[in-house]
């Protein structure tokens, strides 16, 4: 039985107020709150063996090396990949896939080529894509958006031509919160000989991730959205196709031997982080997905699945909210992107904010999705996660009557 008030005890800021009332936490999507364990993982590194990893030979840097491979040993197992030495600690999912821009399709994209994404990407996975093919002289093609909110894959054939070099594509739109269908996709790129990137911010979070069973060749997610630190994200890569990237990043720690003419790599994955790491964050985000195990991803997803159902159903009572995405959950995750007539949404971030309670507002870093498809300016969104409640959905709802009181006539339903 999952006992979302014992999972609420473990996140220390729940129990704040924001402007005179408990804290609801809405915005999930765009990064996740903390559980004492990983706090407390951070303060345990910087307050005992803080010290820079793979190059001392003293206690405290042996320490922190060991930690800090564990930690990837730990984020390997949660994603099943096949060793430890197939991830590449990163940023946050925006370098990584930045990273497979400029090392792989750097090399591999030709004139002529194409890439295929789809219309409901985040920034992070079209606008290196757009880069790349531009420098490339390749094309970039998209998958669309269905009428129901889900990927249209009916295209799908068309768009994968002998040419196609790369598939990309979200697991979860952060807009939406719809499911794509990731290991069709990968299969259906395999076919024609491309490669798979899975943009995995919004999925790996959520539901069990695993890349031997999706066989894709690339998997982008960010630390920061998973009760992970800020500041560390990971790129998973196939071994094949690792083997044969070159770095993208050169300098200190992923070299072998330097002569002052020229350098040879260090092992599989040090060659693809040059420069001193994040050690407390990836040894923070190895804490995060201790915690995520311990709660059990089938777990969370069925808390998210029940929470997002209750959540579509009380928005139902209000008639001038329109929401946007799938209605079977089956394929969506724990994002509402919701308007209000017109009344900008930005607005009801304000009016929410006054009871306590944050929603992301804007076009969520995915702006051709919302303008081209969506046709909005912008969305109002309410994204959920594991310490979420039907306490804090009801108090959304009351904010959202509250704020088309406020408005009044301008918050009638857009005709
Ligand atoms: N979306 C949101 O509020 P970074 O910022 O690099 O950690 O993650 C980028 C990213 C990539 N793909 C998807 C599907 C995402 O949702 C995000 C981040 C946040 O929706 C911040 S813009």
């Given amino acids: 039985m999952y006992d979302v008030s014992a999972v609420r005890n473990d ?179 395999h076919r024609v000989g491309a490669l798979a990137l899975v943009d995995a911010a919004q999925s790996v979070p959520h539901i069990a991730v695993d890349v031997q069973d999706l066989d894709c060749d690339f998997l982008a997610f960010s630390g920061h959205k998973m009760a992970g630190p800020m500041g560390i994200g990971v790129l998973y890569v196939k071994s094949e196709v690792l083997e044969q990237m070159e770095p993208f990043l050169r300098g200190g720690e992923m070299v072998l031997e330097v002569t002052y003419e020229k350098a040879t790599w260090a092992d599989l994955p040090m060659k693809f982080e040059a420069g001193t790491p994040s050690v407390a964050d990836s040894i923070g985000l190895g804490a995060a997905v201790d915690y995520l195990t311990a709660l059990g991803m089938d777990n969370i997803r069925q808390h998210e699945v029940e929470l997002t159902t209750y959540a579509l159903e009380r928005f139902k009572e209000l008639e001038e909210v329109t929401t946007y995405g799938p209605t079977d959950m089956s394929i969506r995750g724990g994002v509402v992107s919701f308007t209000m007539g017109n009344v900008h949404p930005h607005d009801i971030g304000q009016v929410l904010d006054q ?61």
């Avoid at 060991?66 to 946050?92: G, H, M």
């Avoid at 702006?367 to 912008?378: E, F, G, K, T, Y």
């Fill in 11 to 189: 996140f220390p800021i729940l129990s704040r107020q924001v402007n005179g009332k408990p804290l609801v936490y809405l915005d999930n999507a765009a990064t996740s709150q903390k559980p004492q364990s990983m706090i407390d993982a951070l303060v345990d590194y910087y307050s005992r063996y803080n010290s820079n990893v793979h190059r001392g030979v003293h206690t405290l840097s042996m320490e922190a090396t060991d930690a800090y491979e564990l930690a990837r040993q730990k984020i390997a197992t949660f994603i099943n990949a096949p060793s430890p030495d197939n991830l590449i600690f990163v940023r946050n999912t925006s370098e990584a896939i930045n990273l497979v821009a400029y090392s792989w399709a750097a090399a591999n994209l030709k004139k002529g080529d194409r890439v295929v994404s789809t219309e409901m990407e985040h920034h992070s996975n079209l606008v290196p894509w757009q880069h790349a093919v531009a420098e490339a002289g390749a094309e970039l093609k998209l998958m669309k958006m269905a009428e129901d909110y889900s990927l249209d894959l009916s295209e799908l054939d068309e768009l994968l031509t002998p040419q196609t070099k790369l598939v990309a594509f979200t697991q979860m739109s952060n807009v939406l919160g719809t499911i794509t269908p990731a290991k069709e996709i990968v299969a259906a790129a």
């Fill in 355 to 415: 009871a306590g309670v944050a929603i992301r507002t804007g076009h969520h870093c995915a702006m051709p999705l919302v303008r081209s498809r969506l046709h909005l300016p912008a969305t109002a969104r309410a994204s959920f996660y594991l310490y979420n409640t039907e306490a804090e959905v009801d108090a959304l709802i009351d904010g959202l009557k509250t704020t088309s009181r406020f408005f009044g006539d301008a918050s009638s339903r857009r005709s």
